[in-house]
């Protein structure tokens, strides 16, 4: 089966009120996992790969490996680069073959972030790709002072409503990435976890109001960290204390709001340390690969499977 579009999937997402997941991946055994759970969980997938990922384990081994996922798989499968910090690395990425790419200028003001949007816009829908923008900054709730409730701050980090519907009609991008008091990585939270979801609404309100329709909006730091996996990690020789995420009961209402792709890499990071670490804190002698690997794989596929079914409500829903 070829590389299905992030178009038609979010089309479809949106009708039937679920969220896809869009997990990160950087090697064979994540690959292996994601794909498998979400096959037999009939879920639609994108597979993202970072800057990283690509330097990590070269563009031409993750392009050869996801083929071979494509192939053994019947699920739609979409493949996007998460994070492209260049017009030069999304273009890269759209002769590859990518379906869609993230351009995320969302560092610079707002202008600029919109002039380097608009060019990687205008490339990608040449090429037949989409492209995910990104407003505000991921700086986590820890820095909200001020910003709670969906006040319409435009000097904060969190993205501004009317700020939104400007960026989308002046950039022409296909999906955004919001600011809402989520922020990558393992320690989201130092005080009560909280996204502002009432600030979603009203971001997705004024899409909807502007004409832009049932716009797609992503969330990115989607990971929940879930507390018994990092009891497995601590308890296993990790140190990971005070790491919070996500509570899922809010990325279920992130997904009622109109959260059609939700970003996951840290649960996959945490669940396969989870797993490594087990084998190698209870069989010390162990130094086959497939022995530590295989574990932490199968336990990388229990998590997807969870969340697929159980957070994303996209179970099911792969041959709509
Ligand atoms: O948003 C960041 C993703 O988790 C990818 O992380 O840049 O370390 O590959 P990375
Ligand atoms: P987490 O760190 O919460 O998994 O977020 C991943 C992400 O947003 C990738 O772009
Ligand atoms: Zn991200």
Do not use: W
Request: hydrophobic share 40%; charged share 25%; with cysteine.
């Amino acid at each position: 089966m070829p590389l299905t579009h992030t178009r038609d999937l979010f089309a479809k997402a949106l009708k039937g009120k679920y969220a896809l997941g869009a997990f990160n991946v950087n090697n064979m055994e994540l690959i292996q996992a994601i794909v498998e759970a979400c096959e037999e969980e009939k879920a639609p997938l994108i597979l993202q790969i970072s800057k990283g990922a690509r330097q990590y384990a070269n563009p031409v081994y993750l392009k050869k490996l996801i083929e071979a996922a494509v192939s053994l798989s019947t699920i739609p499968i979409a493949v996007h680069l998460d994070h492209g910090d260049t017009f030069e690395l999304c273009k890269q990425c759209i002769d590859e073959g990518f379906t869609s790419v993230m351009i995320d200028a969302s560092h610079e003001p707002f202008e600029k972030n919109a002039e380097i949007t608009r060019k990687v816009v205008e490339y990608a829908h040449k090429h037949n790709g989409s492209v995910e923008a990104e407003l505000g900054h991921l700086v986590g709730a820890q820095f909200d002072d001020g910003e709670e409730g969906g006040a319409h701050s435009s000097s904060g980090h969190y993205t501004n409503p009317d700020e939104a519907v400007k960026f989308v009609k002046e950039t022409g991008c296909d999906s955004l990435a919001v600011a809402i008091g989520n922020s990558h990585g393992a320690y989201k939270f130092k005080g009560t976890q909280h996204l502002d979801l009432e600030r979603l609404k009203l971001i997705k309100k004024a899409l909807m109001d502007a004409g832009l329709g049932d716009y797609p909006l992503v969330l990115h730091g989607a990971s929940s960290v879930p507390q018994q996996l990092v009891a497995e990690v601590n308890k296993y020789g990790g140190k990971m204390p005070d790491a919070q995420g996500v509570p899922e009961a809010d990325i279920e209402v992130a997904r009622r709001t109109g959260c059609t792709k939700v970003n996951i890499d840290t649960d996959l990071r945490i669940a396969l340390t989870a797993g490594i670490r087990k084998v190698f804190a209870e069989s010390p002698k162990e130094f086959d690969p497939r022995k530590y690997l295989g574990p932490a794989r199968a336990a990388v596929k229990d998590l997807v499977r969870h969340k697929v079914k159980n957070v994303l409500c996209c179970a099911g829903h792969a041959f709509d």
